[in-house]
């Protein structure tokens, strides 16, 4: 069973008459929809952001760490300092 929704009505004669309409495709298979399991790739408020989506951007940001040395690290007297980042740039 199909459902329409009507999108015109005219009178031809005092007894014919032709109606246009458009297929309700939602209510015509909405048993099918609601009993269907799937991953919904989009929603207005949340958002999946392992699947891909052209219409979301993606931010790709390095993680960054800042520390405050306490005094002047780099007045020591004689000594050298050498500093290292692992995994860095």
């Known amino acids: 069973v199909r459902h329409f929704f009507i999108t ?3 009178a031809i004669t005092n007894t014919l008459f032709e109606i246009s309409g458009k297929a309700d495709l939602r209510y015509t298979f909405a048993d099918a929809i609601k009993s269907s399991s ?3 790739a989009r929603n207005e408020n949340f958002y999946n952001m392992y699947l891909q989506d052209a219409k979301l951007p993606v931010y790709a940001q390095k993680p960054m760490s ?3 040395f ?3 690290p780099f007045t020591l007297g004689a000594g ?3 500093l290292m980042t692992a995994g860095g740039l």
């Open 8 to 10: 015109e009505k005219r």
């Open 38 to 40: 799937g991953i919904v």
């Open 66 to 68: 800042i520390y405050q």
């Open 70 to 72: 306490s005094g002047q």
């Open 80 to 82: 050298t300092i050498i």
